[in-house]
């Protein structure tokens, strides 16, 4: 997972729940509303609502199961980003760590991915990262779903249109690595990686930076167990 540090709590987030488990929704409402500088302004049990609330309530950041009746997380999460004029962030939460439905998400333009077995406080962290624009990965997970997906289904890597240094900081997102962090291990300012990741996302067409990773794995350039 990359970000600032997860104890800082600057703007307060506004935070909808989307799991068309009642019990697990109501958990999460309470839970991560008493964390410091979150509100969750709303539940939803299915994709349909999501999107419908996300519209009328604007929150800042979505966490998003990926398996609901209506329409799933990932048809959700593609609506919600192509139609919203502001778009929330999308953190789709799972069960499984080799759920194939969250790779689907991620390149629908999810910025990351938390399991449900995690403790409170890390969901809380993933949800002010992502609301800070930074991503949330798991690299070995991403890594294992990736190679779980069905032949075929892997994206073609334009590696001709990067540049060297731009395959380097694509690979150093895919180990998790946040801009600074990246600036720090390449020894160049963090206005330089900000452009280099820029670039990146353009010239793969990705949503974001957790889509652009995606597609580095399922491209070969990154394999699973990759560190840098």
Known sequence: MTGSDPTSVGTPITLLIADDDEVTRSGLRTLLAAQPGITVVGEA???VEAVELAQGLRPDVVLMDVRMPRRNGIEA???LLAEAADPPKVVVITTFENDGYVTAAL??????????RLPVRQIAEAVRVVAAGEAVLFPAALGRMVAARPLGSAEALPQAALTGREEEVLRL???GLSNPE???????SLETVKTHVGNVLTKLGAQNRTHAVVI????GLVVPGFTG
Do not use: C, H, N, P
């Open 45 to 47: 049990a299915d994709g």
């Open 216 to 219: 580095a794995y399922e491209s």
């Open 107 to 116: 390149s629908a333009g999810a910025s990351g991915f938390v399991l449900k």
């Open 173 to 175: 997102m895919a180990t």
């Open 182 to 188: 990246i600036a720090e291990s390449l020894t160049v």
């Open 77 to 79: 999460t593609r609506q």
